[in-house]
């Protein structure tokens, strides 16, 4: 018993969007244009806090998470064709408690406006479309298949910036961080003092997951620092980092 999810879908869009967010595509869709708008950091969070807690845990874990569909613009077409923020997109859907559905098209980075033009035919040539989006759907849905935190835990939210956002997945076998920086510049986030969200060594090491570049961006990978007996996250300008510990 759950809802197809556009409410997070939404919001996954508004933030990885941005100021790349197609208006004249949004205001031409009845539930686009109530629902869908730019979001900084801190009201991602604040909208993906709110959303986490609206259900019980095992309703949030059945959710139907989508940012396209059959009855709406392509997801490309929405971000105005900005591949590096469908990336964005693409890694928040697939690290989130649900069940992520992938509408036909949209890794090979298919583009298409309101209906029926968002149901162009799947292209017959198997090796047509973006094949650097190819590779990043497969790797996120790798990880997700290979770390059942993704499925199991549940999401608190660790810091934001201007444009950034870094929020915690906990189960009773681990932890991943996943942290999305949307905005043009890079952000220092503090995920909080040694010992508490990140553990002690002695429990796990975290490890930084690799995940394939799109349009150039992700690259230059995330840091990780210790300093001050506090843990900071060095994240460049549109990508992301996720990092996960086994306990």
Do not use: K
Not at 23 to 40: F, G, I, K, N
Not at 205 to 231: F, H, K, N, T, Y
């Amino acid at each position: 018993d759950a809802l197809m999810n556009y409410p997070l879908g939404t919001a996954i869009l508004g933030f990885a969007g941005g100021a790349s967010l197609d208006r004249s595509v949004v205001a031409r869709h009845e539930t686009y244009r109530q629902m869908l708008s730019p979001l900084d950091g801190p009201a991602f969070a604040g909208r993906l806090a709110h959303l986490m807690a609206a259900y019980d845990p095992a309703v949030v874990r059945s959710q139907l998470n989508l940012i396209g569909s059959h009855d709406a613009p392509r997801a490309l077409t929405v971000l105005g064709g900005d591949r590096a923020a469908l990336r964005l997109a693409t890694i928040l859907q697939m690290t989130l408690p649900g069940a992520p559905c992938i509408y036909y098209g949209d890794e090979l980075g298919m583009e298409g406006d309101l209906e029926p033009d968002c149901r162009r035919a799947y292209p017959v040539d198997p090796d047509a479309g973006d094949r650097e989006m190819r590779r990043l759907f497969r790797a996120a849905i790798a990880i997700r298949r290979e770390h059942a935190v993704f499925r199991d835990g549940s999401v608190r939210v660790l810091a934001t910036g201007h444009g950034a956002v870094a929020y915690a997945i906990e189960a009773s076998d681990g932890l991943a961080i996943v942290a999305v920086n949307a905005g043009a510049r890079p952000e220092r986030l503090d995920l909080g003092p040694v010992g508490s969200t990140l553990s002690e060594p002695a429990e796990g090491q975290l490890r930084m997951v690799m995940l394939p570049s799109v349009a150039g961006v992700g690259e230059s990978p995330a840091r990780l620092d210790r300093e001050d007996e506090r843990w900071w996250l060095e994240l460049p300008a549109r990508d992301a980092a996720v990092l996960i510990r086994h306990r």
